[in-house]
T-cell receptor, first 117, second 113 residues
Framework: AQKVTQAQTEISVVEKEDVTLDCVYE???????LFWYKQPPSGELVFLIR??????QNEISGRYSWNFQKSTSSFNFTITASQVVDSAVYFC??????????????FGAGTRLAVHP | KAGVTQTPRYLIKTRGQQVTLSCSPI?????VSWYQQTPGQGLQFLFE???????NKGNFPGRFSGRQFSNSRSEMNVSTLELGDSALYLC????????????FGPGTRLTVL
């Protein structure tokens, strides 16, 4: 069955520290998409990245980077030189091309990141 | 481009009542999905609509229903409200495809007393 596991419930760091948020997924589909979303206290989910199962290249966007490893079914997210504005809950999500049907996102439980000055 | 809008932002209802929530997608987006977020169950998929048709449905009771209009705006309805329906209801829009990126609105926080 499809599943997304974010084992880290809460992480607390001091500004400028690097932090990695872990995401492990389970799916039987060979074609799927993985996402990361950020949820600040306002509640809105903010899209960060979408990656398909055939593209294992790591991606970097400013202070954000993502490491996708199919061999370990992981899609980890690293924030370099964290800032207070990075404080939020981060969700990893899976969308299966065939088993899940249209646009069904399966979310992990989320990781609450607190960045202290 | 304006983002996804949801109305109302906050709602308080009592058990047994019904409620209707509204979502306007990003201009040009034709798919609208709904999610329920609770502290206990996390984010769960309710249903997805495209061209006024429900294409996908999550595991929720029939009290939860939705519809989509010709302008892609969507509404979801919850009848016979229960205390456990208290949640943040999030709407997301995407272009049209099977696994397009979904962009979320600010949500409607429903409290059932």
């Amino acid at each position: 069955a499809q599943k997304v596991t974010q084992a880290q419930t809460e992480i607390s760091v001091v500004e400028k520290e690097d932090v990695t948020l872990d995401c492990v997924y389970e799916t039987r589909d060979t074609t799927y998409y993985l996402f990361w979303y950020k949820q600040p206290p306002s509640g809105e989910l903010v899209f960060l990245i979408r990656r398909n199962s055939f593209d294992e290249q790591n991606e970097i966007s400013g202070r954000y980077s993502w490491n996708f490893q199919k061999s370990t079914s992981s899609f980890n997210f690293t924030i370099t030189a964290s800032q207070v504005v990075d404080s939020a809950v981060y969700f990893c999500a899976l969308s299966e091309m065939f088993s899940g049907g249209y646009n069904k996102l399966i979310f992990g439980a989320g990781t609450r990141l607190a960045v202290h000055p | 481009k304006a983002g996804v809008t949801q109305t109302p932002r906050y709602l308080i209802k009592t058990r047994g009542q019904q409620v209707t929530l509204s979502c306007s997608p990003i201009s040009g987006h034709r798919s609208v999905s709904w999610y329920q977020q609770t502290p206990g169950q996390g984010l769960q998929f309710l249903f997805e609509y495209f061209s006024e048709t429900q294409r996908n449905k999550g595991n929720f009771p029939g009290r939860f229903s939705g519809r989509q209009f010709s302008n892609s705006r969507s509404e979801m309805n919850v009848s016979t409200l229960e205390l456990g329906d208290s949640a943040l209801y999030l709407c997301a829009s995407s272009a049209a495809g099977l696994s397009d990126t979904q962009y979320f609105g600010p949500g409607t926080r429903l409290t059932v007393l």
